[in-house]
C-alpha cells in the first residue's frame, strides 16, 4: 500500500497546476489558495505539510505574509517563490527561491526538500477546540482584534477593521494608513509592552480613518514558558459614544452659562440692595435683611464654585492632543471657521476637564471672528492661537477676569472658567500673543508624553 501524499498549500494569484506534475505521481498533493485572505482559516483547518507563498499575493509582500505564518505556525515549511534568498531577513525562516516560476525545478526541489522533515505539530494535524475558538473570534468578532511578534509586527489580524494580511509583518510604523507621529507613538508603547516596562497599555484616539474615534488596549502575548512573545491588541469604534458625549458636552456648557450668567445679574443686584441698606439709620431694621443679603451671597458663591467645578473627576490618562482638540471642535465650530492641528503629542489629563479648557479657549477665538484656530505644542505643553482681532488690555492678565468680555451679550466667564480648570489640572493658562491678526493662549506645566 502506497504513502499518502504530502500535502501542499499554495498561496498565489493564479492557478498553479503545473506545480503538482513537478513530483513523483501520488508523492504530493497541492491545494491552491488565490484568496490570500483566507491563509490562516486554511492553515489553522486544514492539514498541510509545506507552505508556499509567492513573491506578492493580492498586492502584497509575501515575505509580510510569512512573518505571520511563521510565528503562528513555527514548525510549518514555508517557500518562498521570486524573492532573492540574500535579501530575506535573518530573523525570517523560509526557504527563498529565486526562480518566479512556480513550476520550475528549483521551486520542486525546495518543496521536496521541505517534506524530508517531520510533519509540522500545528498545521500537520486537525485543529484542537481552542484553536477553531480563537480563530472564530479573530474572524467574527465586529471589533478589531490582532497579535504582534516580539518585534511589534503583526502576525494575525481579525476581520474587524481590516483583512486579515493587509498589516502581517508591518509594525504600526510602516502602516500607511496611520499618521507618522501615531504609529510611532504606537511602536514605541509596543516596545514597552515587549520589554515587560508596562503591563498594559489602554488608549483613545482620533485616527481619521473609516472609524475616526477608537479606543486601543493591548496586552502581553505570553508563550508555555510564560515569556513574552509579542502582544495581543483589541481595538473599538467609539464614535457613536464619543457623539453622545459631545451632546451632553454641550448641554453642560449651557448649564454652566446660565448659572453663571444668573450669579452675575444676582451679584448686581446685591451691589444695589447694600447700596440702599448702608443708607439706612436704624440698625435693629438692617441687621436681619443684611444677613439675608449675605446669606443669597453665599448662595451666589457656591452656585459659581459648583458650576464651574468638575465633579466627577476622571483618572488622568494619556491623550493626544489632535484627538480631543478635534472632538471639541465639533462641538462648537461653524462653516466659517477652520481648525489646523501644528503637530501633535499625547499629554496626561482628565479628559472631560482638558476638553472644557479647549472648548472655551476655541469659543472665546469665534465670538471674536477668528477664522482659522491653530492647535499645537510646546516644550512644556501646547497652545491654542487664531487669527482674530488685537487684544487690548492692560495688564493682559484683565482676560481672565470674571464678568470681563468686550463682546456685547457675552458673560464674560469662557477665559475665566479656562483659567480655573487649567489651574485645577497643575497647569497655567497665559495669553501669549495679542497682536492683530495673532492670538495665542499657552498652556504649560503640562505632563507630556511623547
Known amino acids: 500500500m502506497g504513502r499518502d501524499p504530502k500535502s501542499v498549500l ?119 477546540p481552542m484553536e477553531t475558538l480563537l480563530l472564530s473570534l479573530f474572524n467574527e468578532m465586529p471589533d478589531h482584534l490582532y497579535a504582534k511578534d516580539d518585534q511589534a509586527r503583526h502576525v494575525l489580524m ?15 510604523r510602516e502602516v500607511s494608513e496611520l499618521a507618522d507621529e501615531h504609529g510611532e507613538a504606537a511602536y514605541r508603547d509596543e516596545m514597552g509592552i515587549l520589554e515587560g516596562e508596562v503591563d498594559r497599555i489602554d488608549v483613545e484616539e482620533f485616527l481619521d480613518l ?74 435693629t431694621q438692617t441687621a436681619p435683611i443684611e444677613e439675608s443679603l449675605s446669606r443669597i451671597s453665599s448662595l451666589v458663591d457656591t ?53 472644557l479648557l479647549l472648548q472655551f479657549l476655541f469659543q472665546n477665538a469665534l465670538e471674536h471672528g477668528a477664522s482659522t484656530v491653530t492647535v499645537g505644542t510646546t516644550p512644556t505643553g501646547f497652545y491654542v492661537a487664531n487669527d482674530g482681532p488685537e487684544i487690548e488690555i492692560s495688564p493682559p492678565e484683565r482676560v481672565f477676569d470674571a464678568g470681563y468680555t468686550t463682546v456685547k451679550g457675552n458673560t464674560g466667564f469662557g477665559l475665566y472658567i479656562a483659567k480655573s480648570v487649567a489651574e485645577d489640572q497643575g497647569w497655567t493658562l497665559s495669553l501669549t500673543d495679542a497682536t492683530a491678526g495673532s492670538v495665542r493662549f499657552d498652556v504649560e506645566n503640562v505632563d507630556l508624553r511623547g
Open 303 to 355: 452656585v459659581v464654585q459648583l458650576s464651574t467645578r468638575e465633579s466627577d473627576r476622571q483618572e488622568q490618562k494619556p491623550v493626544w492632543l489632535s484627538r480631543l482638540s478635534r472632538e471639541v471642535w465639533e462641538t462648537v465650530a461653524d462653516a466659517h471657521a477652520a481648525l489646523e492641528i501644528d503637530d501633535d503629542a499625547r499629554f496626561l489629563a482628565d479628559q472631560e476637564s482638558a476638553s
Open 158 to 172: 481579525g476581520r474587524g477593521f481590516n483583512e486579515p494580511t493587509d498589516r502581517v509583518g508591518l509594525t504600526d
Open 10 to 128: 499554495v498561496v498565489a494569484d493564479d492557478e498553479a497546476a503545473e506545480l503538482e506534475s513537478g513530483f513523483d505521481e501520488g508523492a504530493v498533493a497541492v491545494t491552491v489558495l488565490t484568496d490570500r485572505r483566507n491563509v490562516f482559516d486554511e492553515l489553522t483547518h486544514g492539514v498541510y505539510q509545506c507552505l508556499v507563498l509567492t513573491a506578492t499575493v493580492g498586492g502584497q509582500s509575501g515575505t509580510d505574509i510569512a512573518y505571520g505564518i511563521t510565528k503562528l505556525f513555527p514548525d510549518l515549511p514555508v517557500v518562498v517563490v521570486g524573492v532573492d534568498p540574500a535579501v530575506v531577513p535573518d530573523d525570517l525562516d523560509v526557504r527563498a527561491v529565486a526562480s518566479p516560476d512556480l513550476g520550475s525545478q528549483a521551486v520542486v526541489d525546495a518543496i521536496e526538500t521541505s517534506l524530508d522533515g517531520d510533519a509540522p505539530s500545528v498545521a500537520g494535524r486537525s485543529p484542537s
Open 210 to 283: 473609516a472609524a475616526p474615534y477608537v479606543r486601543t488596549r493591548k496586552v502581553p502575548w505570553y508563550d508555555a514558558d510564560g515569556e513574552i512573545q509579542g502582544l495581543v491588541g483589541l481595538t473599538q469604534d467609539i464614535t457613536a459614544r464619543k457623539t453622545r458625549e459631545h451632546d451632553l458636552r454641550r448641554q453642560h456648557e449651557r448649564m454652566v452659562k446660565v448659572a453663571l450668567v444668573s450669579a452675575h445679574e444676582l451679584r448686581n443686584e446685591l451691589q444695589i440692595a447694600h447700596g440702599r441698606l448702608e443708607r439706612l439709620d436704624d440698625d
